[in-house]
């Protein structure tokens, strides 16, 4: 008799080589990465090659006066930002503006027109400068039209209109100076804006006693979590919901029993498993290799988290093994291949649950909701992760407390989910009730 | 010394007993024949023999073996349903069976054995090219490949042409000869009684029969009468039944076969058959396998005699 891990090697080896040698594996690779991270991508692509075709806007004035200096804030603004500094490539469009006197008598027919007009594409949008913008007052509230309001077809968050909204406040607010006789020598220090500087909070090298801060990096202090989160998620998904079907599609071919009589549910059930795992670090393995060089291509290779890499392979490997055991287990309790598309679904969820709630672990990941979905097992692979690469990191005990839980976790799910199978793999024709389920688990 | 020692066990699904309080003996290099009207609880008990199901009461255990239960790897199974990894080459798929059974180096003995059942040029196509009688002898070398000691072969020549067939029984008997005990399901109760050293019937989850086919027959007596006429079929013209002491009448065509009522006198049925038409030939004879697995399990069953869990086989 050969020693017991042999067979569960055996079981690995030909799911891996079934698994990784189809075109599904393969085709799975490339596209995975093109729809998760196909948003972010775009956007960095877009910003490197902005759209800088010439804009018009048209300016209607309510108060008579302001569509001048607004115009002329605003131009003296686009002209700053036209061109990169370092490279001399215009980064932005040129705006021009043509002033339109208001028609007392019918706003809306006046609004109606220059909408028209942008959706003919003659203009970009138009700026309302309403009656009550030199001097708003808290009832303006409830009349936008009274103030500022911009209307155009861009989508988004509207990035023009954020963009205005600095030169028009300022145009506006010199306006204001003036009346109020301040000399307009001073407006600029009047108006003068001073950033807010974020800071990584500091901290002192045990060694050497010094102090260490730096200014945060708030793009990369979310981008750094949120790819770790989507990298994750995917070869997970990639490797875990494809076994469901398949696992079922092996039942309704009846292929088990025969194996069964040579190796316990529990060999096969860990044999599928460690199949799913090496699937996993091989795709991991392809991707960790891609992401330097890509993040090189971007010139971001300073976001790379190195320091966070072992414990992406730790959890990689605790969420795969959860799922993967899972999958094995509803597999085996399909009665049909509609019941394994529908049983995908739960099975995903331990990885979409945190995806849904990425906002608000990212916005506090030392928060009580992050904290505890971190150290929940099924949840803590991600949102532990988030936590670790988010600026600040985590108690140096959490993740091992976490990882405590998931190794928990595994090992019964792995021993459940081998009694489900055992007795689930050879019912045909009907998927059992969940009381059966609960039943198999306990009983066996 | 018996290969495998089942012991008053039962098995419920669902409140309905699969198998219930079976005990039976199977001596080591025997072929052991299970037949049984379909859900009778054949392939529960060879499920249960193999390992696969859990009986919920008694035991079975191979004697000399320490853990409960036939160890995992001593077993060779061919289960009832079919089925194969579709997309593995035949070679690579038999090898994969055979190291998961615990062989080191099984490819010459996968060679040897395609070349057996006339599977060698199929070596390295994929399962999914092969015909259904070609993938049940595949999965019949994967059920014996490592030699195990004892073979479960759950109806193993269903749906197989003759030739096929004949190759399968030819190969069975080989493992006979070489001392492997099988245990194998049929419906063919020809093939059970051509090949099987003991025959068990479970019907409705109790056995029913245990024995060789001779203990069996000898049960039931000598009670058939086969007879031919000189005009053919259907008795010559005549119709039998309702002839004294004939409890039932069987027409094969060419041959007529009459059961006699119990404590009737063959003697008395003969020179009221010569009476009647010209006999070419007329023998009295035990029933047959089939004529004892109808009158148990048939439409107008009598039942079985009794039989005890003290196996004639033990």
């Known amino acids: ?92 469009p040129e705006y021009s503006f043509e002033t339109i006197a208001s028609d007392p008598g019918d706003p809306n027919a006046q609004r109606l027109e220059l909408s028209q007009r942008v959706r003919n594409g003659e203009l970009f949008g138009f700026l309302e400068i309403g009656p009550g913008a030199l001097h708003p007052t808290p009832a303006m509230r409830a009349d936008p039209a009274a103030g500022l309001t911009w209307y155009s077809s861009e989508g988004g968050v509207g990035e023009v209109r954020q963009w205005l909204a600095a030169p028009v406040n300022d145009a506006l607010r010199r306006i204001r100076l003036a009346e109020l006789g301040v000399d307009k020598s001073r407006f600029n220090e009047v108006l003068a804006n001073i950033g807010l500087q974020g800071m990584d909070l500091v901290s002192r090298d045990a060694r050497t006693g010094q102090f260490r801060t730096g200014k945060r990096d708030y793009i990369g202090g979310t981008a750094v979590p949120v790819a770790m989160a989507l990298l994750l998620t995917m070869i997970v998904i990639m490797t875990s919901a494809p076994m469901l079907p398949a696992i079922a599609q092996d039942k309704m071919q009846r292929v088990h029993e025969m194996l069964l009589a040579s190796a316990t549910p529990s060999e096969l059930i ?45 959890y990689l490997i605790a969420e795969v093994t959860i799922l993967s055991a899972m999958a094995a287990a509803l597999g085996a309790a399909c009665g049909s291949p509609q019941d394994a598309q529908s049983l995908n679904f739960v099975l995903i969820a331990p990885v979409i649950v945190p995806l849904i709630m990425l906002s608000q672990v990212i916005q506090q990941p030392g928060g009580s909701l992050a904290t505890g979905l971190s150290l929940f097992p099924l949840f803590t692979p991600i949102v532990m992760l988030i936590r670790q690469a988010s600026p600040g990191g985590v108690p140096a005990w959490q993740p091992w407390v976490g990882l405590a839980g998931v190794v928990l976790v595994t090992t019964a799910i792995t021993w459940l989910a081998a009694r489900v199978f055992r007795i689930g793999i050879l019912m045909q024709g009907k998927a059992p009730r969940v009381s059966e389920l609960v039943r198999w688990a306990v009983r066996g | ?231 053919g079929s259907v008795g010559g013209g005549h119709d039998f039944s309702g002839l004294p002491g004939v409890e039932q009448v069987r027409d094969l065509g060419q041959v007529q076969e009459l059961r006699l009522a119990r404590g009737s006198d063959p003697q008395l049925v003969l020179r009221e058959l010569v009476s009647r038409t010209q006999l070419t030939s007329f023998a009295l004879a035990k029933p047959s396998l089939h004529d004892i697995f109808l009158r148990i399990a048939g439409p107008a069953s009598a039942g079985a005699p009794e039989v005890t869990n003290e196996t004639p086989a033990s």
């Not at chain 2, 009832?80 to 180096?105: A, I, Q």
């Not at chain 2, 040029?121 to 059920?143: N, R, T, Y």
């Not at chain 2, 245990?210 to 031919?228: F, K, N, P, V």
């Open chain 1, 270 to 314: 860990r044999g599928k498993v460690l199949a799913a795992i090496w699937q996993a670090l091989t795709t991991a393995a392809v991707y960790l290799v891609g992401a330097p060089l890509a993040l090189k291509a971007l010139d971001m290779s300073d976001l790379m988290p190195v320091h966070l890499l072992p414990w992406l392979i730790v």
């Open chain 1, 1 to 92: 008799m050969r020693r017991l891990p042999h067979k569960i090697l055996l079981i690995a080896k030909r799911d891996y080589l079934a698994a990784i040698q189809t075109k599904a594996f393969l085709i799975g690779l490339v596209i995975a990465p093109i729809l998760f991270g196909g948003g972010v991508m775009t956007s960095v692509i877009a910003k490197r090659r902005p759209d800088i075709r010439p804009r018009r806007i048209a300016v209607l004035d309510h108060t008579g006066v302001a569509a001048g200096p607004v115009i002329a804030s605003i131009q003296r603004l686009n002209q700053m930002e036209l061109h990169d500094p370092k490279t001399g490539h215009q980064v932005m």
């Open chain 2, 1 to 231: 010394m018996n290969a495998i020692q089942i012991q008053e066990v039962t098995k419920m699904f669902g409140g309905v007993a699969a198998v219930n309080d079976l005990s039976l003996s199977i001596p080591e290099g025997s072929i052991y024949g299970f037949i049984g009207p379909n859900g009778s609880g054949k392939t529960t008990t060879m499920r249960m023999i193999v390992g696969i199901l859990r009986p919920d009461r008694g035991s079975i255990a191979v004697p000399g073996e320490k853990t409960n239960g036939v160890p995992i790897g001593r077993i060779g199974y061919l289960p009832e349903e079919r089925g194969l990894y579709r997309k593995m080459r035949l070679r690579t798929l038999l090898e994969f069976h055979g190291e998961l059974r615990g062989g080191l180096d099984v490819s010459g003995e996968v060679t040897e054995w395609l070349q057996r059942l006339g599977l060698a040029e199929w070596a390295d196509k994929p399962v999914e090219a092969l015909s259904k009688g070609m993938s049940q002898k595949a999965q019949f070398i994967a059920a014996v490949l490592c030699r195990p000691p004892i073979v479960i072969l759950d109806e193993p020549f269903s749906g197989l042409d003759p030739v096929a067939a004949e190759t399968l029984r030819e190969a069975i008997l080989e493992l006979r000869r070489r001392g492997t005990t099988v245990v194998l399901s049929t419906h063919d109760m020809p093939t059970a009684e051509a090949m099987c050293d003991f025959i068990f019937m479970i019907f409705r989850g109790r056995k029913v029969l245990d024995g060789s086919l001779a203990e069996i027959q000898e049960m039931y007596g000598s009670d058939i009468i086969r007879l031919s006429t000189a005009n």
